[in-house]
């Protein structure tokens, strides 16, 4: 009795090791560390009588002691919470793979769109509804005289510059291209709210017989299915400036009828980018 209860013990206490053996280890924790995406500065303009907040994107490999420099895109609506994140994300996608050279995306956070990516318009409405409006003249020399210059100082770049602007960033993108063409080598201009002003940024476009852009410049116009008035407009501007463009302007218009205003601009910038760095065959 007494040595079948002893073999029983054993039994039970092989079993129990055994069990216990099978229970993984728990994983020690390790130290974390930040998962950095870029930097953020800010910079004073006397042009707007404000600080402006920068998210700046610096490429793998970026180093300040390289010789290596780098393009700069420029983007509207580039705050952490509108566009900057994606639009980063694409480029690192598109770099990665080969479609496009290594960048530097310099984000433009908002402070007052209405205010900066608009004219003064001539509609009484507009006016009551919209009163800060009409701000972007000291917006586009805030864009010459500071930003480009201290991006150019800060920072690696190679002086080929790409502006991208959607819905109101489109018109003032559009407003640049037509009045500083030469403040950007690249223009991404997607589904541009060109009805401002009771489109009179495209009256004034149609009765110019010729662009005076001076160095080689690509545009590229999309729209999706937004609204008949959004997309006839785009359409007519590519139209207009195919019509009246110098031998060095490349216009190229891409309408995606599956996107809205809200999924287009996306898709649409690695559309654009696939048109300015083609496959070499």
């Known amino acids: 009795?007494?040595?079948?209860?002893?073999?029983?013990?054993?039994?039970?206490?092989a079993t129990r090791l055994t069990s216990c053996a099978q229970v993984p280890a728990v994983p020690s924790v390790s130290q974390t560390t930040p998962?950095?995406?870029?930097?953020?500065?800010?910079v004073h303009s006397d042009q707007l009588g404000e600080n402006r907040l920068l998210n700046i994107y610096l490429p793998e490999g970026y180093s300040s002691d390289s010789t290596t420099?780098?393009?700069?895109?420029?983007?509207?609506?580039?705050?952490?919470?509108?566009?900057f994140i994606h639009i980063v994300g694409l480029v690192q996608f598109l770099t990665m793979i080969g479609v496009m050279p290594k960048s530097i995306v310099v984000g433009i956070a908002n402070v007052d769109r209405r205010r900066d990516f608009t004219y003064p318009?001539?509609?009484?409405?507009?006016?009551k509804d919209f009163p800060t409006t009409g701000g972007s003249a000291p917006f586009?020399?805030?864009?010459?005289?500071?930003?480009?210059?201290?991006?150019?100082?800060?920072?690696?770049?190679?002086?080929?510059?790409?502006?991208?602007?959607?819905?109101?960033?489109?018109?003032?993108?559009?407003?640049?291209?037509?009045h500083h063409p030469d403040l950007f080598d690249n223009y991404i201009i997607v589904s541009p709210s060109l009805w401002w002003d009771n489109e009179s940024l495209l009256?004034?476009?149609?009765?110019?017989?010729?662009q005076s852009i001076?160095?080689?410049?690509?545009?590229?116009?999309?729209?999706?299915?937004?609204?008949?008035?959004?997309?006839n407009d785009a359409q007519t501007l590519a139209d207009l400036l195919q019509r009246t463009n110098p031998s060095n302007l490349t216009v190229q218009y891409v309408y995606l009828p599956d996107e809205n205003h809200l999924t287009i601009l996306h898709r649409s910038v690695y559309r654009a980018f696939e048109l300015f760095y083609p496959k070499k065959k």
Not at 1 to 13: A, E, G, Q, Y
Not at 69 to 83: F, K, M, Q
Not at 203 to 210: H, I, P, R, W
């Open 140 to 178: 586009m020399a805030f864009l010459e005289k500071e930003l480009q210059p201290f991006i150019r100082s800060g920072y690696r770049t190679s002086g080929v510059k790409t502006l991208i602007g959607q819905s109101l960033g489109g018109l003032l993108a559009t407003e640049i291209l037509l």
């Open 69 to 83: 420099t780098y393009p700069v895109i420029y983007l509207l609506d580039g705050s952490a919470n509108e566009d």
């Open 214 to 231: 001076m160095k080689p410049t690509n545009v590229y116009v999309s729209v999706g299915n937004e609204g008949k008035q959004m997309e």
């Open 203 to 210: 009256t004034a476009l149609k009765s110019q017989n010729k």
């Open 121 to 127: 318009t001539t509609i009484a409405k507009d006016k």
């Open 35 to 42: 998962f950095v995406l870029g930097v953020i500065q800010q």
């Open 1 to 13: 009795m007494m040595r079948s209860c002893f073999f029983i013990v054993l039994i039970l206490l």
